[in-house]
Each structure stands twice: as C-alpha cells, then as structure tokens.
C-alpha cells in the first residue's frame, strides 16, 4: 500500500505535539524532531557526565543523547519507548545518535556496543530490552558490531526510583556477569541514565573479567 494511501486510511501521529504525520515523517513531525534537545555531550569530552562514576573507573566517553525533563513533551516520547511497546521508536533514535557518535571523537575507537541487559524474567515481562533496541539503532549507521550475550544480568534489583545516588550503587552491586572477551574497546548503551549506577555495575562486572577494555558510555537521556 502507498505511504500517501495508508496514511489516509491509518494515519500516524507526532509522538511529542500530536500533530498528523505526512508520508515522509517518521514517529516526529519535522518541527519537533529538529527542537530534539540533544545534550551534545559527545562533542565535550569533559561533559557532565564525565563526573558521575566512581573514582578509579576506567572509562574514556561518557555520553547521552538527549536531556530528560519531567515538564517536556518530549517525554512522551520516551515513555511510549520505554512503556508502551514501541521499540521501533527506541532503534529510531539510536540511528540519529549513531549518526552523531560516528562522526564524534568515538569513532576512532569503534568500540564493540553492548546494551545493558534485563533478566531472563523481567524481559518476558516486557516483551523486549529497551536498551538493546537502542544500541541496535546505533550499531545499524555507525557500522559497529553489537553483542548482546557477552554481558548478563543476573539479579534484577528493586526499583532505582526511590534511592539516591549511593543507594542505587549499593542496590546495582554484583547485578550483572561477563564472559572474558577479545574487545579492545566497548560502548554500554542504556536508555535512560539519571546516576550512572547501571551503567557502573555493568562495567564492573566486565572489567573484573577483561581489566585492559577501554570502556565508554552511552545512554538515550540524561535525567537532569
């Protein structure tokens, strides 16, 4: 069926203003995916997120995508990613972002990306792993290899919204397992990052097996 004839019979919507898409619009109108707020943090290596893990975690980038605001519309945008089961919107925007970190200081690296994981049980639950369908829109335009095995989460820890910095590090402890690996360099990509335990105990857990990785992060937004 042509775009132009199954928009009219099915028509599709802006995930951020609510504004019908024409044809060549995808998940955005073209309004509200140039007004994005992408953070930029790829093009500033001493960016905010540069201080946010333990001293004495090897890591050489830290970055996010977008910045995640309670008041933005943007919001629903992620929440229908994350929530509502629309991981294409997820692979989406992991493509706008490989665009940009294929063309940043990474790319002279070309580290190996690897999404954080979910536990066998929680991922039945949902259906899919958010953060996989986001690196996999990464790995799709930088031309990245993605490994989706090497890591694995072997607790599925309580909710991380109640606790503050150091508890959510405390509540992360001994999450995750990783096999011994031949990578030079490795990308974790998350979808959301607010203190960075996540990400943290995912690098830990790879480290205690392969010490000489470099290692580098990569999240959808950053909770301000």
């Not at 001493?46 to 830290?62: D, H, I, R, T």
């Amino acid at each position: 069926m042509p775009g132009e004839l199954r928009n009219m019979s099915f028509p599709c919507f802006c995930a951020v203003c609510g504004r019908e898409l024409i044809p060549q619009e995808k998940f955005m109108c073209l309004s509200c995916l140039c007004d994005l707020p992408r953070t930029y943090f790829w093009m500033d290596k001493e960016n905010v997120l540069s201080g946010m893990f333990s001293v004495g975690l090897p890591f050489v980038y830290a970055s996010a995508f977008l910045f995640f605001r309670d008041e933005s519309p943007y919001r629903k945008l992620l929440h229908r990613f994350k929530y509502g089961g629309e991981r294409e919107i997820g692979f989406f925007l992991g493509t706008l972002y490989g665009k940009e970190l294929a063309a940043s200081p990474l790319k002279n690296n070309v580290p190996v990306i690897i999404p954080v994981p979910m536990s066998v049980q929680k991922r039945r639950r949902r259906g899919y792993n958010q953060a996989e369908w986001f690196a996999a829109g990464i790995a799709a335009v930088s031309g990245w290899n993605m490994d989706t095995v090497a890591v694995k989460r072997v607790r599925e820890k309580t909710s991380q919204t109640v606790y503050d910095r150091e508890e959510r590090r405390e509540n992360m402890k001994h999450a995750f397992t990783a096999k011994k690996m031949t990578y030079k360099d490795i990308l974790i990509v998350d979808d959301v990052i607010t203190t960075g335990a996540t990400m943290e105990s995912c690098a830990c857990a790879i480290l205690d097996n392969n010490p000489e990785v470099c290692m580098h992060f990569a999240s959808l937004a950053y909770v301000e």
